[in-house]
């Protein structure tokens, strides 16, 4: 079936679509990882947003439950060169165009992917549309518009809607869920961690009534200054438990120790980030997935840590006097480099 997707710049590239039919909009956005599609299909941190594979071929080795981040895919849309029309890979069990059918995502194939992410690095991230219903570039550009005045509150969409325990004999970790993967939960699991995910408006109160030993904030989508009454709940965390940021928790936190958060040109999206430690003087390769960043002039009790080695935006940092630390990139992977795992025994150990 015939499929166009549209810029809000008018730019536009015709293809063909897959997964179901209709339109959808969003944010248009690139990743460079080779592998991987699936677990950043079903990464909440992109609900709201359109995803473009860079990598030419993408579903070559299938989909599979196993290897979900999420109980379902956010993604709005999905862009890619090729898709294979049958994979090969012993644990595939759903074949592409299946998975994005039962899935109810609309995608598109056959464009310039190259072309596609020249255009959003020189000109920014950007609200798009992807249609198989209309070849109408002027009447799309329209929807578009109306489309993206709407307010949507995209953590609320993915948090979970009641509190879930995962049982484990060492530490108690609150983890507040602005869309946590998978992975992240497995990091704690592996740690033998007692685990309590409660959902991301959870009062101060509510969460210190579970006694915990640390709090993780976990990653999510969108802007993290849409988010304010969790801000304040995490100022009242500060000092009181160890507390992990990763991601939206980390710009959550820096927001919280009084810093400023702006938006990226086009935003970090892939696994090959390299990162640099302070502390130790090495450089990580790190997955990454964001669209904001955190400003380096925060606070005076804050020490960077973390610094990304392609546009120096900040990576981690640390309190100098409170239990906390935090990370603007994934360090459970997944995926990617699992090089910075360690964050989760820092973690651990500030908890004893």
Same mark, same amino acid.
């Given at each position: 079936?015939k499929?166009v997707?549209?810029?809000?710049?008018?730019?536009?590239?015709?293809?063909?679509?897959?997964?179901?039919?209709?339109?959808?909009?969003?944010?248009?956005?690139?990743?460079?990882?080779?592998?991987?599609?699936?677990?950043?299909?079903?990464?909440?941190?992109?609900?709201g947003?359109?995803?473009?594979?860079t990598?030419?071929?993408?579903?070559?080795?299938?989909?599979?439950?196993?290897?979900?981040?999420?109980?379902?895919?956010h993604?709005?849309?999905?862009?890619v060169?090729e898709?294979?029309?049958?994979a090969?890979?012993?644990?595939?069990?759903?074949?592409p165009?299946?998975?994005? &059918?039962?899935n109810? +995502?609309?995608? *598109?194939k $056959? #464009?310039?992917?190259?072309?596609?992410?020249?255009?959003?690095?020189?000109? =920014?991230?950007?609200?798009?549309?992807?249609?198989?219903?209309?070849?109408?570039?002027?009447?799309?550009?329209?929807?578009?518009?109306?489309?993206?005045?709407?307010?949507r509150?995209?953590v609320?969409?993915?948090?979970?809607?009641?509190?879930?325990?995962?049982?484990?004999t060492?530490k108690?970790?609150?983890?507040?869920?602005?869309?946590v993967?998978?992975?992240i939960?497995?990091?704690l699991?592996?740690?033998?961690?007692?685990?309590?995910?409660?959902?991301?408006?959870?009062?101060?109160?509510?969460?210190?009534?579970?006694?915990p030993?640390?709090?993780?904030?976990?990653?999510?989508?969108?802007?993290?200054?849409?988010?304010?009454?969790?801000?304040?709940?995490?100022? &009242?965390l500060?000092? +009181?438990?160890? *507390?992990? $940021? #990763?991601?939206?928790?980390?710009?959550?936190?820096?927001?919280?120790?009084? =810093?400023?958060?702006?938006?990226?040109?086009?935003?970090?999206?892939?696994?090959?980030h390299p990162?640099?430690?302070?502390?130790?003087?090495?450089?990580?390769?790190t997955?990454?997935?964001?669209?904001?960043?955190?400003?380096?002039?925060?606070?005076?009790?804050?020490?960077i840590?973390?610094m990304?080695?392609?546009d120096?935006?900040?990576?981690?940092?640390?309190h100098?006097?409170?239990?906390?630390?935090?990370v603007?990139?994934?360090p459970?992977?997944?995926?990617?480099?699992?090089?910075?795992?360690?964050?989760?025994?820092?973690?651990?150990?500030?908890?004893k």
């Amino acid at each position: 079936m015939k499929s166009v997707l549209v810029l809000e710049d008018g730019t536009y590239f015709p293809g063909e679509g897959f997964g179901t039919r209709g339109e959808t909009t969003g944010e248009v956005v690139f990743n460079t990882c080779m592998t991987g599609y699936q677990e950043i299909t079903t990464d909440p941190s992109y609900n709201g947003q359109i995803v473009t594979m860079t990598y030419p071929l993408i579903g070559n080795y299938g989909f599979n439950n196993d290897d979900f981040e999420s109980y379902k895919p956010h993604v709005q849309g999905f862009i890619v060169k090729e898709l294979c029309d049958y994979a090969s890979n012993w644990r595939n069990d759903t074949e592409p165009d299946e998975y994005f &059918k039962r899935n109810n +995502i609309i995608g *598109i194939k $056959g #464009i310039d992917t190259r072309a596609l992410t020249q255009h959003i690095r020189n000109f =920014g991230s950007m609200f798009g549309i992807i249609s198989t219903e209309c070849g109408n570039i002027d009447m799309l550009l329209e929807k578009l518009k109306q489309k993206k005045t709407e307010q949507r509150n995209l953590v609320m969409e993915v948090t979970t809607k009641a509190p879930i325990h995962k049982p484990g004999t060492g530490k108690k970790v609150v983890v507040l869920d602005f869309g946590v993967k998978y992975n992240i939960i497995r990091s704690l699991e592996k740690r033998n961690c007692d685990i309590h995910i409660l959902p991301a408006y959870t009062s101060f109160e509510e969460i210190m009534n579970y006694n915990p030993d640390g709090i993780l904030l976990s990653n999510g989508p969108g802007d993290p200054r849409g988010l304010p009454s969790v801000k304040q709940t995490i100022q &009242k965390l500060l000092g +009181i438990k160890p *507390i992990l $940021g #990763i991601c939206l928790g980390h710009q959550l936190l820096g927001l919280a120790l009084g =810093g400023t958060i702006y938006k990226l040109k086009f935003g970090h999206h892939g696994g090959n980030h390299p990162v640099k430690d302070f502390t130790t003087g090495r450089c990580y390769i790190t997955s990454q997935n964001h669209n904001y960043a955190l400003d380096k002039n925060f606070s005076s009790d804050a020490v960077i840590t973390h610094m990304n080695i392609n546009d120096d935006t900040v990576e981690g940092f640390r309190h100098r006097e409170k239990p906390l630390i935090s990370v603007q990139y994934h360090p459970e992977a997944a995926p990617g480099p699992q090089d910075s795992a360690y964050i989760f025994d820092e973690f651990i150990t500030m908890m004893k």
